[in-house]
């Protein structure tokens, strides 16, 4: 970065910082508990019903937050991940 007397001024830690976003779909906010209830009690109501409120793509939270599972309830959808070029999606 240059100042107005064209020295290279280094950019401070302020500067180079980023803000990490999350590309990824809207799911449950209900506990992991409530959550593992009902996928061990009604695994494809589970699925059913959140694609319901969120659509055909939802991700859930693990309970630490650091964890995703993405679900796909249309199976056109995990035939596009699987026949994507790797390389397509890096950037």
Do not use: C, W
């Not at 991700?59 to 390389?87: C, K, M, T, W």
């Amino acid at each position: 970065m240059k100042t107005r007397n064209n020295k290279i001024q280094k950019p401070s830690i302020l500067q180079t910082s980023m803000t990490v976003t999350s590309n990824l779909p809207n799911g449950p906010k209900m506990p992991r508990f409530l959550r593992l209830l009902k996928f061990i009690g009604q695994p494809v109501k589970y699925v059913d019903d959140f694609a319901k409120l969120y659509g055909d793509t939802f991700a859930i939270r693990s309970s630490r937050g650091d964890n995703h599972i993405v679900y796909f309830s249309q199976p056109q959808a995990l035939e596009q991940i699987f026949i994507l070029n790797p390389v397509s999606i890096n950037p």
